[in-house]
């Protein structure tokens, strides 16, 4: 009898301490292994063990009896590309599975743009660059200028009056659609948005969209979108920040930002100041701006002394199961362009100042239901622009207003619209409608408008649908209709397809879209004694027939994200308009609809993602048509430039230091010109952007440093031989380009509760 005792004891030991449990790690969606994964082994009170690595068959064992006395343990599943997941397993079942989620960074962030609800931008149909807090604090990114710069397929012009322009597959600024939480951003002059109008402080991310998408947001969705999405909630209950930032340049800037979480309610308040002091090349590199000048030339600056206040409040609250968002926005600038003493005793000179005020309100309302989704916006801009020109007297430092009439203006616009979309799930797997409308009334002011006030209202309704014929293939067609009180508006339809194969996503898409005549080519008059500049309310919307083809590959090898992306588009618009002279003697001009334009391009990129390591490297060619290649034989039909852009972000979280690097190189932009039946060469030449950043935690979740350089390579003004009133003179000089070797330093504290 003991000796059976004995033996049932001895038995029960050896089965305690030699069971053993299979640990699987397994894709959530895929249900494949994952090999490679590391488990972190804890006890209950979360105090490390060891480690473990799964095998080529994605598995681990573990025995009870390397745990003793435990009954238990804690798994800490860490797979690169997937969120973290932590299981208790209590050695009682001889096979745990752990099934992981792709994370964000694997399927790319979360996007609204265009989309039927919120969707990851690799399931997206539409081709979705994000660009992400994250990155946008790696750049030390001060306003959408600064980041956009890095970015391929997208040039940056400067203007320094007018501010920062850019283009987009080719085409100007006036055909890229900027908004802000879905609300058009107003105040294009010359055609453009001042993009470094446009702050980042309390920013989530941005969303760019390459091509038309005219059939959701209407005109200027031509040759891309921009929606840059602001922050919305926040982590804890109380949490506030406070940014400084500074460059030997002149540049002193301050950013605060408070948030406030209450049951169903949050509020979130940011604001700051952006100071520049002017700069020019004789300034000299390190700080001395304090210095008092004198009242000579050197007075002029190249790049024009800039100040700016803005602050944005949002209020995001739960009401009866529906998600209400409020916001109110403000921003003031001014610039100040300072001219030389003038002939013959040198005291007095002509100051110019332009002072700009934008309002921005909205509210919106989104709720989600079983099968259908709503989301409702409504918004409220207001833009208004001072030019005022001063007599200075250089000994006293007087100013008067000057007498020349041409020299004061003051134009104000003004933006009410609505937009609101309606998404059906017909089938949840296979096919999802969308119906909405879209409303904006615009009117604008000023002296340099026909009659001193015109306006222009313009109401659609559109349409699309997301349909699976088949496993894998997403086919979405859209169609906007829309009536104009200006113009004849045309109908603008689209379709885009998505098929996924294993690591590939291919991505096809027609559109067409539009540019509406604004009220400033429409109505404009502006005429004195050296000007005679008229609009035409004969003008025709532009329009274009848009074709995009990509190919994105995606995939892990061990614990690296590994992606590629192949792409290409070709677009055809007709009507363009632009500023022409009306006749060969004279000085009047008026704007007209002066035929075709094509561009088109390709790019390749590719970028390797590892724990604490990002790199990618992308080529894009680009290539625009000549207009003068219709005429003369001996022109090229068309233009082609490259761009080269590359970055490398690494981390080192025990010393919590980041580190990195954004290169981007921009060729050689050739054109053709006409004088006097003569055609000749223009041309921008290529040039190199090179930017470091390092920064490091001092104290953890409370107080950041950064520093580094911007523009490295020491890049101020490039030769250019630009056009001038057309394609028919030609005229040369530089193009301001950056204000040289830039060194900054960034103080970022914050706190939470």
């Not at 085409?171 to 951003?185: A, E, F, H, R, T």
């Not at 402080?201 to 038309?212: K, S, T």
């Amino acid at each position: 009898m003991r000796a059976t005792l004995l033996l049932i004891f001895l038995l029960s030991v050896h089965l305690t301490y030699a069971q053993t449990t299979v640990i699987r790690v397994l894709d959530c969606e895929t249900k494949t292994t994952l090999p490679g994964a590391h488990i972190g082994v804890f006890n209950l009170s979360k105090h490390p063990i060891k480690t473990l690595v799964t095998n080529t068959s994605g598995e681990v064992e573990i025995h009870k009896k390397d745990f003793h006395p435990l009954d238990s343990i804690i798994l800490v599943n860490h797979y690169i590309g997937y969120e973290t997941d932590t299981q208790t397993v209590d050695f009682s079942s001889s096979t745990v599975e752990i099934n992981l989620n792709k994370s964000a960074v694997y399927l790319g962030e979360m996007v609204v743009t265009g989309q039927h609800s919120a969707n990851s931008a690799e399931k997206s149909v539409h081709t979705i660059k994000v660009i992400d807090r994250k990155k946008i604090e790696s750049m030390q990114a001060v306003n959408l200028r600064d980041v956009l710069t890095n970015e391929m397929n997208i040039q940056i012009s400067q203007d320094n009056v007018l501010g920062s322009g850019m283009s987009m597959q080719g085409i100007s600024g006036q055909n890229v659609k900027i908004m802000i939480d879905g609300v058009p951003v107003i105040g294009r002059l010359d055609g453009n948005i001042d993009v470094s109008q446009i702050n980042l402080n309390d920013v989530e991310r941005i969303e760019i969209v390459e091509g038309p998408m005219a059939v959701n947001y209407g005109t200027d969705a031509l040759a891309g979108t921009i929606n840059i999405i602001t922050k919305k909630t926040i982590d804890h209950k109380v949490q506030a920040s406070v940014n400084t930032y500074a460059e030997q340049v002149g540049t002193f800037n301050t950013t605060a930002n408070v948030g406030l979480k209450h049951k169903k309610h949050t509020f979130l308040l940011s604001g700051g100041r952006n100071y520049f002091d002017g700069w020019s090349p004789e300034d000299g590199k390190w700080f001395n701006y304090f210095e008092k000048g004198i009242a000579d030339s050197s007075r002029v600056s190249d790049w024009n002394p800039k100040e700016q206040f803005f602050g944005r409040l949002n209020w995001n609250m739960n009401f009866k199961k529906i998600q209400v968002q409020l916001q109110s926005g403000y921003f003031y600038e001014k610039i100040t362009n300072k001219g030389a003493p003038r002939p013959p005793r040198y005291i007095s000179t002509f100051d110019d100042k332009y002072q700009t005020h934008r309002i921005d309100q909205s509210v919106n309302f989104h709720q989600t239901k079983k099968r259908l989704e709503w989301n409702v916006l409504a918004g409220y801009n207001y833009f208004r622009r001072h030019k005022n020109t001063y007599v200075t007297d250089l000994t006293t430092l007087d100013q008067e207003l000057s007498n020349t009439a041409s020299d004061q203006d003051t134009s104000t616009f003004q933006q009410a619209m609505s937009r609101g979309n309606f998404v059906y799930q017909v089938n949840k797997e296979k096919l999802s409608v969308e119906l909405g409308y879209d409303v904006n009334y615009q009117f604008a002011e000023g002296v340099r408008i026909e009659s001193g006030r015109q306006e222009m209202g313009d109401y659609a309704l559109f349409s699309t649908a997301e349909w699976k014929p088949i496993e894998n293939l997403t086919l979405k067609p859209g169609l906007r209709i829309t009536h104009n009180t200006a113009y004849d508006a045309p109908v603008t339809p689209s379709v885009n397809a998505l098929y996924r194969i294993g690591k590939f996503s291919i991505r096809g898409s027609f559109a067409q879209g539009f540019r509406a005549p604004d009220l400033k080519e429409l109505y404009f008059m502006f005429v004195d004694i050296n000007h005679n500049i008229q609009g035409n309310q004969d003008l025709r919307a532009e329009y274009s027939n848009n074709f995009n083809a990509s190919v994105h590959y995606q995939t892990i090898v061990k614990q690296m994200i590994i992606r590629g992306e192949i792409s290409g588009f070709y677009n055809q618009i007709e009507d363009r308009i632009t500023l022409a002279q009306a006749s060969e003697s004279g000085n009047l001009y008026h704007y007209i609809n002066v035929g075709n334009y094509q561009t088109h391009g390709g790019k390749i990129k590719g970028s390797l993602l590892l724990e604490h390591l990002k790199l990618q490297l992308g080529f894009n060619y680009v290539g625009t048509q000549n207009i003068v290649s219709e005429d003369y034989d001996d022109v090229d039909p068309y233009s082609y430039f490259p761009e080269v852009q590359s970055s490398i972000n690494y981390q080192i979280p025990k010393a919590k230091l980041e580190f990195s690097v954004f290169y981007k190189y921009t060729g050689k932009q050739q054109s053709y010109a006409i004088s006097d039946d003569v055609v000749s060469t223009t041309s921008i030449d290529s040039y190199n952007m090179l930017d470091a950043t390092v920064g490091k935690q001092i104290i953890p979740d409370l107080l950041k440093i950064s520093a580094g350089v911007k523009n490295i390579l020491d890049v101020q003004n490039i030769n250019s031989s630009a056009s001038s009133g057309g394609v028919h003179s030609s005229s040369s000089g530089s193009l301001p380009i950056a204000m040289g070797r830039i060194y900054f330093v960034n103080v970022s504290f914050s706190w939470k509760k």
